[in-house]
């Protein structure tokens, strides 16, 4: 097998010359592109759905890329949630690359705050 020094395309051994790059072909195979292995990062765990749906909106509307795990196993054994949570597989994660794990800690740090018993008696616009 040849391959382009330039473009790194691969070629027949036939082939004398690179048709894109029109440089001599090299004998051997293509150099293989080393691609570290990616940085992430556990930034949020719950079994409450609604949750659920609340992180994955909040990390579309900021364009953060996430993948969860444990997301669609959680009725799977037809034991459904009790309390949010399937005890038998856990709660749902969210990864995220690590550059990004800052912000989405940020984003999400409001989740976690209790919410008051009674509203204060002034409501903005009133």
């Known amino acids: 097998m040849k391959h ?3 473009c790194n395309a691969e070629y027949l051994d036939t082939a004398i010359r ?3 790059c029109d440089v001599e072909l090299t ?4 150099i293989q592109e080393e ?3 990616p940085k992430v990062e556990t930034v949020y765990a719950t079994g409450d759905p ?3 749906a609340m992180v994955k909106s909040l990390f579309e509307d900021a364009k953060i890329e996430y993948f969860t795990k444990g997301d669609e196993i ?3 054994f037809g034991m ?3 309390g949010g949570l399937n005890i038998l597989c856990g709660p749902v994660e969210f990864v995220v690359a690590a550059k990004d794990a800052p912000t989405a800690r940020e984003l999400l740090a409001h989740l976690n705050d209790s919410v008051p018993d009674e509203l204060s008696e002034e409501e903005p616009g009133t």
């Open 74 to 76: 959680q009725d799977l």
């Open 35 to 37: 691609h570290p292995d």
């Open 18 to 20: 690179c048709s894109d």
């Open 50 to 52: 609604a949750l659920v």
């Open 27 to 30: 004998i051997g195979p293509a």
């Open 80 to 82: 459904g949630r009790i």
């Open 4 to 6: 382009c020094p330039e």
